[in-house]
């Protein structure tokens, strides 16, 4: 039996928890009279949050689990004890994922870092217990408060893949094939339409280590803007992307016409989104080891006005300038422990002092990369008691 194995939209009801509530109880104990109001306070109920990941990629954990409700607070008790806090439910989900309130349509959250937290629903605060209304006036107080209300909400996830470079192309254009020889990324290649049914992304390393996030889409056919074949559902994921890499079949696999394949494809992405198509783009002409394609490339200049980068995946070729084209484009930070004189954090080395003496002055100390000179920061001291 089939399953889904990726979901980029999904509709959730979140809730909080409730909040326990305080209790009114009176000292009760041995040659102890009028031991007076010990009524302890209610939990807080625990939040729903949504924390990024680079561990998943789906949202197909909430399409079997829609319903995301964190624990409620548990109700104070006598001799001043205070209920627990119910416990958070913290939802991992990937990096990218927009949270809209599905009643109001509001931006809730988009979470794009790792470790990025956002409390969805907050947990309702804890009850008072009748100690705390003892007074001159009132000795014998039996008022307490229940916990607070849950907060209960509808929200839809919905995935906007993080990539610097989005490839888009007609079906069996050889984006999955650009992709897997770039990048350490594994995608489905065969030689038939549509064997991309997910977004895939991988990493293009250079030799400095400076990296730029590639995207491959599911092919897009004419109409896919008005909803035609896989339309909009995958279109989205190139939103984030700085640069849009066409990929054009320039043998014209299936009778098909490259100039018209390249029109086609600009007119789907400007009437989806105009500011998409105004954004930097590459136009890359593949599968050049044909002998159509040696003799579709001139007449594709000529119709589009456009010179492509000329690439070939059986042997490698042209590769390297895509790649090139991409990092001046992205320009992406070298990641390169060696290289202290390009950020501002570290001075030259041309400028340290002299260290072969007895003493290492002070000053050489501003170039030992690895040591944490910053003081420490204070930290708070945690709250006591109940957290209202």
Same mark, same amino acid.
């Given at each position: 039996?089939?399953?889904?194995?990726f979901?980029?939209?999904?509709?959730?009801?979140v809730?909080?928890?409730?909040g326990?509530?305080?209790?009114?109880?009176f000292?009760?104990?041995?040659?102890?009279?009028?031991?007076?109001p010990?009524g302890?306070?209610g939990?807080?109920?625990?939040?729903?949050?949504?924390?990024?990941?680079?561990?998943?990629?789906?949202?197909?954990?909430?399409?079997?689990?829609p319903h995301?409700?964190?624990?409620?607070?548990?109700?104070?008790?006598?001799?001043?004890?205070?209920?627990?806090?119910?416990?958070?439910?913290?939802?991992?989900?990937p990096?990218?994922?927009?949270?809209t309130d599905?009643?109001?349509?509001?931006?809730?959250?988009?979470?794009?870092?790792?470790?990025?937290t956002?409390?969805?629903?907050?947990?309702?605060?804890?009850?008072?217990?009748?100690?705390?209304?003892?007074?001159?006036?009132?000795?014998?107080?039996?008022?307490?408060?229940l916990?607070?209300?849950?907060?209960?909400r509808?929200?839809?996830?919905e995935i906007?893949?993080?990539?610097?470079?989005?490839?888009?192309?007609?079906?069996?254009?050889?984006?999955?094939?650009?992709l897997?020889?770039v990048?350490?990324?594994?995608?489905?290649?065969?030689?038939?339409?549509?064997?991309?049914l997910?977004?895939?992304?991988?990493?293009?390393?250079?030799?400095?280590?400076?990296?730029?996030?590639?995207?491959?889409?599911?092919?897009?056919?004419?109409?896919?803007?008005r909803?035609? #074949?896989? &339309?909009i /559902?995958? !279109?989205?994921?190139?939103? *984030?992307a700085? +640069?849009?890499?066409?990929?054009?079949?320039?043998?014209?696999?299936?009778?098909?016409?490259?100039?018209?394949?390249y029109?086609?494809?600009?007119?789907?992405?400007?009437?989806y989104?105009?500011e998409?198509?105004?954004?930097?783009?590459?136009?890359?002409?593949?599968?050049?080891?044909e002998?159509?394609?040696?003799?579709?490339?001139?007449?594709?200049?000529?119709?589009?006005?456009?010179?492509?980068i000329?690439?070939?995946?059986v042997d #490698?070729? &042209?590769? /390297?300038? !895509?790649?090139?084209?991409? *990092?001046?484009? +992205?320009?992406?930070?070298?990641?390169?422990?060696?290289?202290?004189?390009e950020?501002?954090?570290?001075?030259?080395?041309?400028?340290?002092?002299d260290?072969?003496?007895?003493?290492?002055?002070?000053?050489?100390?501003?170039?030992a990369?690895?040591l944490?000179?910053?003081p420490?920061?204070?930290?708070?001291h945690?709250?006591?008691?109940?957290?209202h």
């Amino acid at each position: 039996m089939k399953t889904r194995t990726f979901i980029d939209r999904i509709e959730v009801h979140v809730r909080s928890g409730k909040g326990g509530d305080g209790v009114a109880t009176f000292r009760r104990e041995a040659l102890v009279s009028e031991g007076g109001p010990d009524g302890g306070d209610g939990g807080r109920g625990g939040d729903v949050v949504l924390k990024g990941s680079i561990h998943v990629n789906s949202l197909i954990a909430l399409f079997f689990d829609p319903h995301l409700y964190a624990e409620n607070g548990v109700n104070g008790g006598n001799r001043r004890c205070f209920g627990r806090r119910g416990k958070d439910l913290v939802v991992p989900v990937p990096l990218g994922t927009i949270v809209t309130d599905v009643d109001t349509g509001l931006l809730v959250a988009d979470i794009t870092e790792a470790g990025q937290t956002v409390v969805v629903a907050k947990g309702g605060a804890g009850g008072f217990g009748n100690c705390h209304f003892k007074s001159s006036v009132n000795q014998v107080p039996t008022e307490h408060t229940l916990g607070g209300a849950p907060e209960e909400r509808k929200l839809l996830l919905e995935i906007k893949t993080i990539a610097d470079a989005g490839l888009l192309g007609f079906p069996n254009a050889g984006k999955s094939s650009i992709l897997s020889m770039v990048s350490s990324a594994t995608p489905k290649i065969a030689s038939y339409p549509f064997t991309t049914l997910n977004p895939m992304v991988g990493q293009i390393e250079y030799h400095d280590f400076a990296q730029v996030t590639m995207a491959d889409v599911p092919g897009i056919i004419e109409g896919a803007a008005r909803g035609v #074949g896989l &339309g909009i /559902d995958f !279109l989205r994921h190139l939103e *984030r992307a700085r +640069v849009l890499v066409y990929v054009i079949d320039m043998a014209g696999t299936d009778n098909r016409e490259p100039w018209k394949d390249y029109e086609v494809l600009s007119k789907e992405i400007a009437e989806y989104n105009v500011e998409l198509s105004e954004r930097p783009m590459l136009v890359v002409a593949n599968k050049m080891d044909e002998e159509a394609a040696q003799e579709n490339l001139p007449r594709f200049i000529k119709e589009t006005g456009v010179t492509p980068i000329q690439v070939n995946c059986v042997d #490698g070729s &042209g590769l /390297d300038v !895509l790649k090139e084209e991409l *990092r001046k484009i +992205v320009n992406p930070k070298p990641r390169s422990g060696w290289h202290h004189g390009e950020t501002e954090e570290h001075p030259p080395l041309s400028e340290m002092p002299d260290t072969t003496g007895e003493e290492i002055p002070a000053e050489a100390m501003k170039f030992a990369t690895f040591l944490k000179l910053d003081p420490p920061k204070k930290k708070s001291h945690p709250s006591r008691g109940n957290i209202h």
